[in-house]
Structure formats: C-alpha cells, structure tokens
C-alpha cells in the first residue's frame, strides 16, 4: 500500500513485495482511500478492521436467525465466535486481532451463505466477486462451496453451473500460460522449499492431532444435519449448504497428492484453509445442539455460559497471559522501536537496513512497515512470500545463508554484510563498535559505511 503512495518506496525490496501484492487488488483500493479521505494508514485500518468484525458478526446472526428458533441461540452464536482459535496448521486464525483482508473477505462470504439461504443468489454472486477482489483465495473456497450448494439444490441451474466451470478451467488455462498463474504449474525443487521452511504447508506432514482437529468440524457437521433432518426443521438450503461443504472435503483430498508432489499453484493455494469454513459451519451446528436440539434445552442459560466462557477467556488473555500489552492500540506500542523507525523514515528512501532477522516479531512491526525502508530480511514474513516465487525465494535463501555464516550485530558480520548488500543503516538493541548515529533508549542505530 505504501508502495502505491509512494512509487518511490522500496527500490530493493519491490520484487518480493510485488509476488504477492500483484495477486490482488486491496492494496491499490486502500491506497485510493488515504488519497481520498487523507487518513493514515493506522486509522483506515482501524476503521476496516471494525467494518470486518462488524459485518462478521452480522452475517452469522443472519445466518442464526434461519436455522435457530431462539434469539438467545443467536446471541450463543456470536459469543461462541469470539473464541477466537487458530485453524491448526494453517497461518489462518477464526478471528485476528487487527485487520487482515483475509478476514474482510471472509465476513463477505458469510454474508454470501446467509444470501444463498435467502435465495437471492445475484447477491450473494456480487457478494463473493468483492470478496475475490480483496483476497482471492478465501472467495475460491466460498464460491466452490456455494457453487456446489447450488447444484444440488437448484437442478434447473446445473448446465449453467456446469458451463461456468468450463469457463473458469479455459479462464485458468489462459492465466497459466500467459497471465498471473504462469509459470505455478512447475514442482517446487529443494532450493525453493528450503526458503519456505516449515511453514505446515504439507497437511501428509501433520500430527495426527492436527488431522482430529481439523476433521472434527465434519462429523458435528453431518451428526447436526442428521438430527435437524429426522426432526424434520432443516430449512430450503440448508441440505444443499452441507453437501457442498462436503464438496469442500472432497477437494481437499484430491488436491492432497498434487500438494505432497510439491506443484507450485497446489502449494501457494494453501487448500487446507477450506478447514477455517468447515470450522465455522461446524460452530453454528453446534451451537444449535447445545442450544436446541431437544425441548429440555435452555437457549439463554447456554448463551450467558458461551458468553462468561469468552469473558473469562479475554480477561486471561489480556491481564495474565499478556499483561505487558495493551487491550487496544492503533499505532506501535514499543517506544524505542516507535522512535527508532521514525528516524529510519527520515534517511534516504534508497537506503538498506539491517536489523534482528525476526524484528517484525520482536517489536511488533517491521522496518519496511514501520520505517517504510528496504531490509535485509523479514525472515517470519519473507519466508511466507517465498512460496509465490521461485527467484524471490532463492535471494531469501541466500540472505539466510549469509546470516548463518555472519553474526548480523557484530561490526565485522554488520560490516561484512554490509558490502555483500550495499546496506546503509543497522539498528540493534547493544551497544556495537560502528558510527552511532542515532539512539531510542535500548535501540542503537549505526551507519555502516
């Protein structure tokens, strides 16, 4: 997003920022909203942030009020969904704690779900193409799950379904040979892996705790849906939103062998995210289980014990887990580290930085982020973009292997590195024998040349 502020920024870092970003559309419209309304960056995501819980949040109590009898069952629901967990395995969490277009995208697809109940499908069609816009992937899960509900349930649309699947295959053959899936069809070598890491994007890896988590969702699914079928309260929609979900499984395993044979779109897909819909679809079944499921049950007690569970659960979190951070905060709350990138942002624009190879998560934000500078490596997050390139991927792998044979705050590895990168600035938090040049607190900031 900056870079679109400001095409100036990052001249050494642009390539990898781009394997990513040019997936997507979010960052050119984020960055059209600071030129318009002249916020910062902080506060649009701020604002974004709440519009994704918000709309989250309204989605699953549309979908709630369809299948529940009971209001309190709704409001079980929603406190149900603030226990936030991450999908195991998979880098995506049910809930994050600031604003990730992935989570945007994922409230719009809900909304989709609770469209398709209602019927209006030209809707919830709309619904997903500005969920595809923001994060692609997570409105690929949501239109093959919705896509196969209608299948089932609307007979008279399955030639038209089943033309545009056709469509989207040549669509996806046009894009392989000459567009953005280029070049993804090849099989991930040793170098390219390497520079991945271990970043659970190989499910035949996992624990078997990992496989009972994941595939728990599956069996509350159909038990749920079985139970809600022989009662005879299963609503139009409903049937056909459990057999697409079950489609959803269905990909998953076909797509196991092409992902352990490494091929490049299988793993940058990331499919095991369909597991984080499952989850969801899972909690609203359970939630009417619990709530619902025989007269004996009482919505209200099961919703004011959902909901002191939660309580109980985020005062833990935020005054004994981490009592050393604040509830809520819009900028960076690291002093030092605060001061240190607002000196890096008044350097040179072409300048390099070297910093701790994991910064971003020592301080809570990186140099690019926070100091809008080129760094040598961001390793959690750069590790993470690897997988979309295969040349981005071998310079990260020759960054890591530099910092193996080079210790990065000492003057002769800082110096070392230095002139292998043409890098300009180190910021460490010792005191080293280099130029100071500036200091925040704990924080030393030395030239390097």
């Given at each position: 997003?900056?870079?679109?502020?400001?095409?100036?920024?990052?001249?050494?870092?642009?390539?990898?920022?781009?394997?990513?970003?040019?997936?997507?559309?979010?960052?050119?419209?984020?960055?059209?909203?600071?030129?318009?309304?002249?916020?910062?960056?902080?506060?649009?995501?701020?604002?974004?942030?709440?519009?994704?819980?918000?709309?989250?949040?309204?989605?699953?109590?549309?979908?709630?009020?369809?299948?529940?009898?009971?209001?309190?069952?709704?409001?079980?629901?929603?406190?149900?969904?603030?226990?936030?967990?991450?999908?195991?395995?998979?880098?995506?969490?049910t809930l994050e704690g600031y604003f990730h277009p992935r989570?945007?995208?994922?409230?719009?697809?809900?909304?989709?779900?609770?469209?398709?109940?209602?019927?209006?499908?030209?809707?919830?069609?709309?619904?997903?193409?500005?969920?595809?816009?923001?994060?692609?992937?997570?409105?690929?899960?949501?239109?093959?799950?919705?896509?196969?509900?209608?299948?089932?349930?609307?007979?008279?649309?399955?030639?038209?379904?089943?033309?545009?699947?056709?469509?989207?295959?040549?669509?996806?053959?046009?894009?392989?040979?000459?567009?953005?899936?280029?070049?993804?069809?090849?099989?991930?070598?040793?170098?390219?892996?390497?520079?991945?890491?271990?970043?659970?994007?190989?499910?035949?890896?996992?624990?078997?705790?990992?496989?009972?988590?994941?595939?728990?969702?599956?069996?509350?699914?159909?038990?749920?849906?079985?139970?809600?079928?022989?009662?005879?309260?299963?609503?139009?929609?409903?049937?056909?939103?459990?057999?697409?979900?079950?489609?959803?499984?269905?990909?998953?395993?076909?797509?196991?062998?092409?992902?352990?044979?490494?091929?490049?779109?299988?793993?940058?897909?990331?499919?095991?995210?369909?597991?984080?819909?499952?989850?969801?679809?899972?909690?609203?079944?359970?939630?009417?289980?619990?709530?619902?499921?025989?007269?004996?049950?009482?919505?209200?007690?099961?919703?004011?014990?959902?909901?002191?569970?939660?309580?109980?659960?985020?005062?833990?979190?935020?005054?004994?887990?981490?009592?050393?951070?604040?509830?809520?905060?819009?900028?960076?709350?690291?002093?030092?580290?605060?001061?240190?990138?607002?000196?890096?942002?008044?350097?040179?624009?072409?300048?390099?930085?070297?910093?701790?190879?994991?910064?971003?998560?020592?301080?809570?934000?990186?140099?690019?982020?926070?100091?809008?500078?080129?760094?040598?490596?961001?390793?959690?997050?750069?590790?993470?973009?690897?997988?979309?390139?295969?040349?981005?991927?071998?310079?990260?792998?020759?960054?890591?292997?530099?910092?193996?044979?080079?210790?990065?705050?000492?003057?002769?590895?800082?110096?070392?590195?230095?002139?292998?990168?043409?890098?300009?600035?180190?910021?460490?938090?010792?005191?080293?024998?280099?130029?100071?040049?500036?200091?925040?607190?704990?924080?030393?900031?030395?030239?390097?040349?």
């Amino acid at each position: 997003m900056v870079r679109h502020l400001d095409p100036a920024a990052y001249p050494r870092d642009g390539t990898l920022i781009d394997s990513q970003a040019r997936l997507t559309i979010v960052d050119e419209a984020v960055a059209g909203l600071v030129r318009v309304t002249g916020a910062s960056l902080q506060h649009l995501f701020l604002t974004l942030y709440v519009i994704s819980l918000l709309l989250l949040a309204a989605a699953a109590a549309r979908i709630g009020s369809h299948l529940y009898r009971n209001a309190w069952t709704v409001a079980a629901l929603l406190a149900a969904l603030t226990l936030r967990h991450a999908i195991a395995k998979t880098g995506a969490n049910t809930l994050e704690g600031y604003f990730h277009p992935r989570q945007l995208a994922f409230a719009l697809g809900l909304w989709a779900v609770a469209m398709f109940l209602e019927r209006r499908d030209r809707t919830w069609i709309v619904l997903l193409a500005l969920a595809g816009a923001i994060h692609p992937t997570t409105m690929v899960w949501f239109l093959i799950w919705l896509g196969a509900a209608t299948f089932f349930g609307k007979p008279r649309w399955r030639i038209a379904i089943g033309a545009a699947a056709v469509a989207a295959l040549v669509f996806a053959g046009v894009l392989a040979l000459r567009g953005a899936l280029a070049g993804r069809f090849v099989r991930m070598d040793a170098e390219w892996l390497a520079a991945i890491g271990e970043k659970d994007l190989f499910p035949l890896a996992w624990p078997p705790d990992v496989w009972v988590t994941n595939l728990a969702a599956i069996p509350v699914i159909l038990f749920c849906w079985r139970m809600r079928s022989r009662k005879g309260i299963t609503i139009p929609g409903e049937t056909p939103l459990v057999l697409g979900a079950m489609t959803l499984v269905l990909l998953f395993v076909a797509w196991l062998p092409f992902n352990a044979a490494h091929v490049a779109l299988a793993v940058q897909m990331q499919t095991a995210r369909i597991f984080w819909l499952l989850d969801v679809f899972g909690t609203i079944y359970l939630v009417w289980w619990l709530a619902e499921a025989t007269p004996s049950r009482r919505p209200a007690a099961v919703a004011a014990l959902v909901l002191a569970l939660s309580l109980g659960r985020g005062v833990y979190a935020c005054f004994i887990e981490f009592h050393d951070r604040k509830v809520f905060a819009v900028d960076i709350q690291n002093d030092d580290w605060r001061d240190a990138m607002a000196f890096a942002s008044s350097t040179e624009p072409g300048s390099g930085w070297l910093a701790d190879p994991i910064h971003a998560a020592k301080y809570g934000s990186s140099v690019r982020a926070a100091g809008r500078r080129d760094v040598l490596i961001e390793e959690l997050k750069d590790r993470a973009i690897a997988m979309y390139d295969r040349n981005v991927a071998l310079r990260i792998a020759d960054r890591l292997r530099a910092l193996a044979a080079l210790q990065w705050n000492t003057p002769d590895g800082a110096r070392a590195l230095a002139r292998r990168y043409a890098l300009d600035y180190l910021v460490a938090d010792r005191e080293i024998d280099l130029p100071l040049v500036h200091r925040s607190g704990s924080l030393y900031i030395y030239r390097l040349h």
